[in-house]
Structure formats: C-alpha cells, structure tokens
C-alpha cells in the first residue's frame, strides 16, 4: 500500500480531486456544527433575498427608530448570513451545507447499490458463459438501451412521495450496466489463468473461485468505477430534484435550491450560484479523483515502475 499512496501525493490530479472531496465530505459530516443556522428555518422578512454581505444591520423606518418586527414587536435584530437568503428568508449557507449530505449519501449508496447488481450479474455472466451469459447480456442491452434519467424518473413515478429511499432504489437500479460489462470483461480474462484452474484442481466451488480469487483480482477497476459511479449519481440526483420528482422541499438540496432559483438568477444570483459551485466542485472533485485513481491503479504503470 506504501507504493500506492506515494503515487498518489505525487499524482497532481488524483491529489487535487481527493481534497476537493475530502472537503465535501468533512463539511457534510459536520454540517450541524458548521451551518451557521438551521437549514429550514424562515428568518424575519426583512431578511428575504438579502445579498451576500457579512452582516446586515437593523432596518430603521422613516423617523430614523430601528423597526419593529410586527409578528413579536420587539427591534428587528441584525443577522449574519454570508451567502445571502433565498426567497423564504433561508440561509442559503446553511442549505448548501445540510444539501451536501443528502447529495453525497445519495451518491453514495446508489453506487454502492449498482455495484453490488453489476458485480453480480457480471461475474456470473463472465464465468459460466453459454446461455446465462446471453441471458444476463441482452438484459443488460435491454437496461443500456434506455436513457438512465429516464429510467429513474419511471421508477420515481411509482412513488407516492419520492424521497431519498425512493433515489437510493431509482439511481441504484439505474447505474450497473456500464459496471457489468467492465467486470464481465474482466471475469473473461481472468477465468482461464492457471490460479484459477488450480483452484478448480483442489476442488475449490464456484462461488468460491468468484468470490476469493477472481473479484479480488477484479478491486482496481471496481474502485475507479465506483468513484466515477457517485459522481454521476450526485449529478443524477440534483437534476431529479431539481424536476420536482427527488428529494422534496424544504429538505435541502443542490438540485431543489437551484430549482427555486432559476426565475431570479438576473436579479438575485447568489441565490443559484452557489449550490451550482457547490454541485459542480464535488463532480468535478470525483472524476478528477477517478481519473487519478485510473491512472495510478494502472497495472501497466505498476510493471513499469
């Protein structure tokens, strides 16, 4: 493993995608002790929309008083919000920082989800060959033949209120075609190398040969696979909610606040910018982190060193 991580603090691209993660990840994980305020609580009114500045102060009336907010009647407090408000007087802050977990978590288990599937439905193609190989390929022709947006969106419409279990089964459902082919590949080439016809000699099952000799040789392209795989699914997720069928307000998410957004991007920016920095910093965190991944885990590359 020592060769490994000196590869990739040396691999500029790996390095740059695995901090722009880390930093996600840290934020999402600390979220109630970073957000500065709840992410569905509604601030006083005079608050709504209000650009980003540190701090704004206290609005006066005519005669120069601070005023008064009419639903306690006491002076109109000042309230930080960095990244300014949305239209119900939410910190947009604290939305993108409570939205990252849910887009992470997400992505997260819907490729977790799809790995298993492709893993599966790939190996016992790869392996046994003949009819169950058909079988298993055309179905996966069959899933590959649909747009995968398309796909989730049918399987959203099956729920009454779709949430985030609802995502989990839809992308999860979704994403493993492209995973089984690889490691459908993968089995073809390994299945008749001699580790493989000495476990057969010993009288090594089936499931033991896939599981502890051919899956372990199959780890490099399962982990750059997944780590391009929660990217996507991050993307997935944000261009559901934003369609209304994801996750629902007034949870947070990247793709619901950039939904509300869309009408006043000219008038009021901060209001759709920042989630889609935030949505395009993380994809773009984890395809760098892929690519580097792809690059090091390359076993040309490791012969070579």
Known sequence: MRWFFEKLFRHRTAFAGMVIVAVFVLAAMAAP?????????QFKWFTRLAPSVLEHAAPVDETGQTSIDPATGQPVQPQRFLLGTDFHGRDILSRIIHGAQVSLLVGVVATLIALFIGIIIGSLAGYFGGWMDNALMRLTDTFFAFPSILLAIVILATFRRPGIWALFIALGFTGWTGIARVIRG???SLKEQEFVEAARSIG??????????????????????????????VLSEAGLSFLGIGIQPPTPSWGNMLAEAR???VDMPWWGVFPGLALALTVLGFNLFGDGLRDILDPRLRIRR
Request: aromatic share 0%; hydrophobic share 55%; glycine share 4%.
């Open 33 to 41: 002790l970073l957000a500065p305020h709840s992410p569905i609580v």
């Open 186 to 188: 993968q089995i073809l």
């Open 204 to 233: 090594a099952s089936n499931l033991r040969i896939i599981t502890r000799h051919l899956l372990p040789n199959c780890l490099a392209p399962i982990i750059v696979l997944g780590t391009l795989a929660v990217a996507e699914n």
């Open 263 to 265: 009408g006043n991007l």
